[in-house]
Protein backbone atom coordinates (compact mmCIF):
# COMPACT_ATOMS: atom_id res chain seq x y z
CA UNK A 1 0.00 0.00 0.00
CA UNK A 2 1.43 3.62 -1.23
CA UNK A 3 2.58 6.02 1.72
CA UNK A 4 1.03 9.69 2.04
CA UNK A 5 3.79 10.58 -0.14
CA UNK A 6 3.33 7.85 -3.13
CA UNK A 7 5.99 5.62 -2.21
CA UNK A 8 5.49 2.55 -1.30
CA UNK A 9 5.86 1.51 1.98
CA UNK A 10 8.44 -1.13 3.12
CA UNK A 11 6.75 -4.21 4.51
CA UNK A 12 7.80 -5.36 8.29
CA UNK A 13 9.81 -8.76 8.04
CA UNK A 14 7.93 -11.57 9.73
CA UNK A 15 9.39 -14.45 11.47
CA UNK A 16 7.94 -16.35 8.57
CA UNK A 17 10.67 -14.14 6.61
CA UNK A 18 13.58 -15.15 9.03
CA UNK A 19 12.55 -18.88 8.37
CA UNK A 20 12.43 -18.97 5.10
CA UNK A 21 15.98 -16.90 4.48
CA UNK A 22 17.94 -18.74 7.44
CA UNK A 23 16.13 -22.47 5.84
CA UNK A 24 14.77 -23.85 8.74
CA UNK A 25 11.10 -24.10 10.16
CA UNK A 26 9.15 -21.39 11.52
CA UNK A 27 9.20 -23.56 15.21
CA UNK A 28 13.48 -23.51 14.77
CA UNK A 29 13.03 -20.18 14.33
CA UNK A 30 11.44 -18.89 16.82
CA UNK A 31 12.87 -21.27 19.17
CA UNK A 32 16.44 -19.43 18.17
CA UNK A 33 15.20 -15.90 18.37
CA UNK A 34 13.66 -16.56 22.10
CA UNK A 35 16.16 -18.53 23.70
CA UNK A 36 14.37 -21.95 23.67
CA UNK A 37 16.36 -25.04 23.76
CA UNK A 38 16.06 -27.27 20.97
CA UNK A 39 18.04 -25.54 18.07
CA UNK A 40 21.80 -26.59 17.66
CA UNK A 41 24.32 -23.64 18.10
CA UNK A 42 24.76 -23.43 14.24
CA UNK A 43 21.14 -23.30 13.41
CA UNK A 44 20.80 -20.63 16.17
CA UNK A 45 23.48 -18.21 15.19
CA UNK A 46 22.20 -19.17 11.89
CA UNK A 47 19.21 -17.86 12.20
CA UNK A 48 20.16 -14.75 14.67
CA UNK A 49 22.15 -13.84 12.12
CA UNK A 50 19.50 -13.80 9.13
CA UNK A 51 17.36 -11.44 11.52
CA UNK A 52 19.40 -8.97 12.28
CA UNK A 53 20.26 -8.66 8.51
CA UNK A 54 16.77 -8.35 7.35
CA UNK A 55 15.59 -6.12 10.15
CA UNK A 56 12.98 -8.59 11.61
CA UNK A 57 12.06 -7.44 15.34
CA UNK A 58 9.77 -9.24 16.97
CA UNK A 59 6.17 -7.37 18.18
CA UNK A 60 7.01 -7.10 21.44
CA UNK A 61 3.83 -5.92 22.94
CA UNK A 62 1.74 -8.33 20.94
CA UNK A 63 4.45 -10.96 22.95
CA UNK A 64 4.25 -9.39 26.00
CA UNK A 65 0.24 -8.60 26.13
CA UNK A 66 -0.10 -12.97 25.29
CA UNK A 67 2.43 -13.87 27.85
CA UNK A 68 1.91 -11.64 30.99
CA UNK A 69 5.18 -10.05 30.26
CA UNK A 70 7.14 -7.37 30.04
CA UNK A 71 9.84 -8.34 27.49
CA UNK A 72 12.22 -6.31 29.59
CA UNK A 73 15.71 -7.48 30.79
CA UNK A 74 17.18 -5.37 33.62
CA UNK A 75 20.93 -5.21 33.72
CA UNK A 76 22.90 -3.81 36.85
CA UNK A 77 26.57 -2.84 36.59
CA UNK A 78 29.48 -0.69 37.47
CA UNK A 79 29.34 2.91 36.49
CA UNK A 80 33.08 2.60 36.77
CA UNK A 81 34.03 0.18 35.02
CA UNK A 82 34.91 0.70 31.25
CA UNK A 83 34.56 -3.91 30.71
CA UNK A 84 31.20 -3.28 31.92
CA UNK A 85 30.42 -0.86 29.26
CA UNK A 86 31.82 -3.13 26.79
CA UNK A 87 29.54 -6.12 27.93
CA UNK A 88 26.41 -4.10 28.20
CA UNK A 89 27.18 -2.40 24.57
CA UNK A 90 27.11 -6.24 23.06
CA UNK A 91 23.66 -6.88 25.09
CA UNK A 92 22.17 -4.83 23.40
CA UNK A 93 22.18 -6.40 19.99
CA UNK A 94 21.82 -10.17 21.90
CA UNK A 95 18.14 -8.59 23.51
CA UNK A 96 16.97 -7.39 21.11
CA UNK A 97 17.63 -10.01 18.64
CA UNK A 98 15.04 -12.10 21.03
CA UNK A 99 12.95 -9.71 21.01
CA UNK A 100 13.62 -7.71 24.29
CA UNK A 101 14.10 -4.71 25.80
CA UNK A 102 17.19 -3.69 28.03
CA UNK A 103 16.62 -1.51 31.06
CA UNK A 104 20.03 -0.34 32.89
CA UNK A 105 20.89 0.96 36.75
CA UNK A 106 24.23 1.58 37.54
CA UNK A 107 25.86 0.98 40.59
CA UNK A 108 28.53 2.99 42.74
CA UNK A 109 29.76 3.45 46.30
CA UNK A 110 26.67 5.29 46.63
CA UNK A 111 24.65 3.07 44.96
CA UNK A 112 24.35 -0.90 45.86
CA UNK A 113 23.67 -3.28 43.56
CA UNK A 114 20.47 -4.16 45.38
CA UNK A 115 19.13 -0.40 45.33
CA UNK A 116 19.83 -0.97 41.51
CA UNK A 117 17.49 -4.87 41.56
CA UNK A 118 14.87 -2.91 43.41
CA UNK A 119 14.78 -0.46 40.64
CA UNK A 120 14.75 -2.95 37.77
CA UNK A 121 12.19 -4.81 39.10
CA UNK A 122 9.99 -1.20 39.86
CA UNK A 123 10.47 -1.00 35.81
CA UNK A 124 9.13 -4.77 35.70
CA UNK A 125 11.84 -6.21 34.23
CA UNK A 126 11.35 -10.48 34.06
CA UNK A 127 15.08 -11.10 34.48
CA UNK A 128 18.21 -9.55 35.81
CA UNK A 129 21.41 -9.52 34.63
CA UNK A 130 23.88 -8.19 37.09
CA UNK A 131 27.53 -7.33 35.71
CA UNK A 132 30.00 -8.13 38.28
CA UNK A 133 28.44 -8.23 40.90
CA UNK A 134 30.47 -11.01 42.97
CA UNK A 135 28.70 -10.86 46.28
CA UNK A 136 24.83 -12.02 46.24
CA UNK A 137 23.44 -11.22 49.51
CA UNK A 138 20.39 -12.73 51.19
CA UNK A 139 18.64 -9.20 50.73
CA UNK A 140 19.35 -9.38 47.02
CA UNK A 141 17.81 -12.87 46.38
CA UNK A 142 14.63 -11.40 48.90
CA UNK A 143 14.83 -8.06 46.60
CA UNK A 144 14.60 -10.69 43.17
CA UNK A 145 11.89 -12.84 44.57
CA UNK A 146 11.07 -14.80 41.48
CA UNK A 147 12.69 -13.21 39.33
CA UNK A 148 15.54 -14.89 37.42
CA UNK A 149 19.41 -13.70 38.48
CA UNK A 150 21.76 -13.74 35.93
CA UNK A 151 25.13 -12.92 37.20
CA UNK A 152 28.59 -12.25 34.98
CA UNK A 153 31.05 -12.71 37.25
CA UNK A 154 31.86 -14.63 40.16
CA UNK A 155 29.16 -15.42 42.32
CA UNK A 156 28.89 -18.25 44.89
CA UNK A 157 26.81 -20.99 43.35
CA UNK A 158 22.63 -20.72 44.25
CA UNK A 159 20.38 -22.58 42.57
CA UNK A 160 18.40 -20.58 40.55
CA UNK A 161 20.71 -17.81 39.20
CA UNK A 162 23.07 -18.64 36.17
CA UNK A 163 26.64 -17.76 36.04
CA UNK A 164 28.86 -16.32 32.87
CA UNK A 165 32.31 -15.82 33.16
CA UNK A 166 35.51 -15.59 31.63
CA UNK A 167 37.89 -18.73 32.96
CA UNK A 168 40.13 -16.66 35.39
CA UNK A 169 42.22 -19.74 36.44
CA UNK A 170 43.17 -19.79 32.63
CA UNK A 171 44.12 -16.65 32.06
CA UNK A 172 46.58 -16.51 34.99
CA UNK A 173 48.07 -19.29 32.97
CA UNK A 174 48.53 -17.96 29.68
CA UNK A 175 50.10 -14.95 31.57
CA UNK A 176 52.45 -16.81 33.35
CA UNK A 177 53.29 -19.49 29.91
CA UNK A 178 53.92 -16.23 28.13
CA UNK A 179 55.94 -14.99 31.08
CA UNK A 180 58.07 -18.19 31.35
CA UNK A 181 58.44 -17.82 27.45
CA UNK A 182 60.26 -14.96 27.57
CA UNK A 183 62.59 -15.90 30.28
CA UNK A 184 61.20 -15.14 33.62
CA UNK A 185 60.83 -16.99 36.76
CA UNK A 186 60.04 -14.75 39.66
CA UNK A 187 56.33 -13.83 38.44
CA UNK A 188 54.43 -11.76 41.39
CA UNK A 189 50.32 -11.46 41.68
CA UNK A 190 48.89 -8.18 42.00
CA UNK A 191 45.45 -9.19 43.22
CA UNK A 192 41.94 -8.15 43.20
CA UNK A 193 40.82 -9.24 46.50
CA UNK A 194 37.19 -10.10 46.33
CA UNK A 195 36.08 -8.24 43.24
CA UNK A 196 34.49 -10.01 40.54
CA UNK A 197 36.65 -12.89 39.35
CA UNK A 198 39.31 -11.92 41.15
CA UNK A 199 39.17 -15.67 43.33
CA UNK A 200 39.59 -17.47 39.93
CA UNK A 201 42.60 -15.27 38.65
CA UNK A 202 44.33 -16.03 41.76
CA UNK A 203 44.01 -19.50 41.82
CA UNK A 204 45.23 -19.83 38.70
CA UNK A 205 48.10 -17.74 39.72
CA UNK A 206 49.01 -20.07 42.65
CA UNK A 207 48.22 -23.58 41.06
CA UNK A 208 49.87 -22.17 37.97
CA UNK A 209 52.71 -21.14 39.74
CA UNK A 210 53.12 -24.43 41.60
CA UNK A 211 52.53 -26.53 38.88
CA UNK A 212 55.45 -24.87 36.67
CA UNK A 213 57.87 -25.07 39.82
CA UNK A 214 57.61 -21.59 40.52
CA UNK A 215 56.29 -21.95 44.00
CA UNK A 216 59.12 -20.71 45.53
CA UNK A 217 58.47 -17.25 43.56
CA UNK A 218 54.70 -17.10 44.57
CA UNK A 219 54.38 -13.01 45.58
CA UNK A 220 50.85 -11.77 46.35
CA UNK A 221 50.67 -7.94 46.40
CA UNK A 222 47.61 -6.17 47.43
CA UNK A 223 45.81 -4.23 44.75
CA UNK A 224 42.17 -3.30 43.21
CA UNK A 225 40.54 -2.89 40.18
CA UNK A 226 41.77 1.16 39.94
CA UNK A 227 44.38 2.96 38.99
CA UNK A 228 45.10 4.89 42.11
CA UNK A 229 44.62 0.95 43.70
CA UNK A 230 47.88 -0.22 40.48
CA UNK A 231 49.80 2.64 41.38
CA UNK A 232 49.98 2.23 45.51
CA UNK A 233 50.75 -1.18 44.69
CA UNK A 234 53.84 -0.31 42.48
CA UNK A 235 54.75 1.86 45.28
CA UNK A 236 54.88 -1.54 47.71
CA UNK A 237 56.66 -3.66 45.21
CA UNK A 238 59.31 -1.08 43.93
CA UNK A 239 61.99 -3.07 46.34
CA UNK A 240 60.43 -6.72 45.77
CA UNK A 241 63.02 -8.44 43.04
CA UNK A 242 60.42 -9.93 41.10
CA UNK A 243 60.73 -9.06 37.44
CA UNK A 244 56.95 -9.86 35.98
CA UNK A 245 53.80 -9.03 37.62
CA UNK A 246 50.63 -10.66 36.95
CA UNK A 247 47.70 -7.39 37.87
CA UNK A 248 43.93 -8.25 38.43
CA UNK A 249 42.77 -5.76 35.82
CA UNK A 250 43.87 -2.97 32.98
CA UNK A 251 43.16 -0.23 34.93
CA UNK A 252 45.62 -1.72 37.61
CA UNK A 253 47.97 -2.58 35.87
CA UNK A 254 48.37 0.49 34.10
CA UNK A 255 48.95 2.40 37.80
CA UNK A 256 51.30 -0.18 38.65
CA UNK A 257 53.36 0.81 35.19
CA UNK A 258 53.01 4.43 36.36
CA UNK A 259 54.52 3.52 39.84
CA UNK A 260 57.11 1.22 39.14
CA UNK A 261 58.45 4.10 35.79
CA UNK A 262 58.37 6.91 38.61
CA UNK A 263 60.27 5.05 40.61
CA UNK A 264 62.72 4.40 38.26
CA UNK A 265 61.89 0.85 36.80
CA UNK A 266 61.42 0.60 33.17
CA UNK A 267 58.87 -1.32 31.54
CA UNK A 268 59.52 -3.93 29.80
CA UNK A 269 63.31 -3.42 30.02
CA UNK A 270 63.27 -4.05 33.97
CA UNK A 271 59.71 -5.19 34.65
CA UNK A 272 57.08 -7.06 32.68
CA UNK A 273 53.31 -6.02 33.25
CA UNK A 274 50.51 -8.09 32.21
CA UNK A 275 46.75 -6.73 32.88
CA UNK A 276 43.30 -8.32 32.22
CA UNK A 277 40.29 -6.88 30.36
CA UNK A 278 41.62 -5.55 27.44
CA UNK A 279 40.29 -2.05 27.82
CA UNK A 280 40.15 0.67 25.39
CA UNK A 281 43.19 2.63 27.59
CA UNK A 282 45.03 -0.82 27.17
CA UNK A 283 45.19 -0.52 23.04
CA UNK A 284 46.40 3.34 23.40
CA UNK A 285 49.66 3.67 21.48
CA UNK A 286 51.36 5.14 24.83
CA UNK A 287 50.87 2.13 26.70
CA UNK A 288 50.42 -1.20 24.40
CA UNK A 289 49.76 -3.44 27.57
CA UNK A 290 50.00 -6.91 27.03
CA UNK A 291 46.67 -8.25 28.37
CA UNK A 292 43.95 -11.14 28.74
CA UNK A 293 40.76 -10.25 26.08
CA UNK A 294 37.50 -11.37 27.44
CA UNK A 295 35.39 -12.26 24.82
CA UNK A 296 32.67 -9.56 25.31
CA UNK A 297 29.98 -10.43 22.58
CA UNK A 298 29.91 -14.42 23.85
CA UNK A 299 29.68 -13.43 27.59
CA UNK A 300 27.06 -10.68 26.34
CA UNK A 301 25.13 -12.83 24.30
CA UNK A 302 25.45 -16.16 26.92
CA UNK A 303 24.07 -13.79 29.79
CA UNK A 304 20.85 -12.45 27.36
CA UNK A 305 20.55 -16.25 26.54
CA UNK A 306 20.45 -17.45 29.83
CA UNK A 307 18.14 -14.60 30.64
CA UNK A 308 15.61 -15.50 28.07
CA UNK A 309 16.01 -19.16 28.67
CA UNK A 310 14.84 -18.27 32.29
CA UNK A 311 11.73 -16.59 31.18
CA UNK A 312 10.62 -18.94 28.66
CA UNK A 313 11.35 -21.79 30.61
CA UNK A 314 9.96 -21.14 33.99
CA UNK A 315 11.75 -23.68 36.44
CA UNK A 316 14.85 -24.40 33.78
CA UNK A 317 17.90 -25.41 35.98
CA UNK A 318 20.48 -22.71 36.79
CA UNK A 319 23.74 -23.22 34.89
CA UNK A 320 27.67 -22.04 35.22
CA UNK A 321 28.85 -21.19 31.72
CA UNK A 322 33.06 -20.41 31.15
CA UNK A 323 34.08 -18.74 28.28
CA UNK A 324 38.16 -18.66 27.52
CA UNK A 325 39.89 -15.56 27.60
CA UNK A 326 43.21 -14.89 24.87
CA UNK A 327 46.22 -13.66 25.47
CA UNK A 328 47.05 -10.03 23.66
CA UNK A 329 50.87 -9.61 23.68
CA UNK A 330 51.91 -5.45 22.84
CA UNK A 331 54.82 -3.97 24.39
CA UNK A 332 54.88 -4.00 28.63
CA UNK A 333 56.34 -7.97 28.20
CA UNK A 334 59.38 -8.37 27.31
CA UNK A 335 62.88 -10.55 28.50
CA UNK A 336 63.73 -10.17 31.88
CA UNK A 337 67.41 -8.26 32.55
CA UNK A 338 70.49 -10.08 32.98
Known amino acids: MPS ?9 PTLTDVATAAGVSLGQASASINGAAG ?46 SDIVECMYDAAGARGYELVLSGYAASRSVNRCAES ?65 RRIACVDGGDLSGAEYRRTGYLEGMSERGLGDAVQLVSGG ?9 GQRAKDMNHT ?34 NEAAAQLPKIQLTTLSQDSSTIAD ?24 QLIVRATTASPPH
Open 120 to 184: LLDSRCDALVLVGASALTDDLLRTAGPARIVVVGSAKEIDGVDIVRSAGEAGARLAIDHLISLGH
Open 302 to 325: LAIRQAVRAIEEPGSPSERLVVPP
Open 4 to 12: PSGRPTRRR
Open 244 to 277: AYVVYNDECAIGLIDAFRDSGRRVPEDVSVVGYD
Open 39 to 84: PSKATRERVLAVAKKIGYRPNQVASALARARSQRIGVAFALSHPFH
Open 225 to 233: DTYAAGYAA
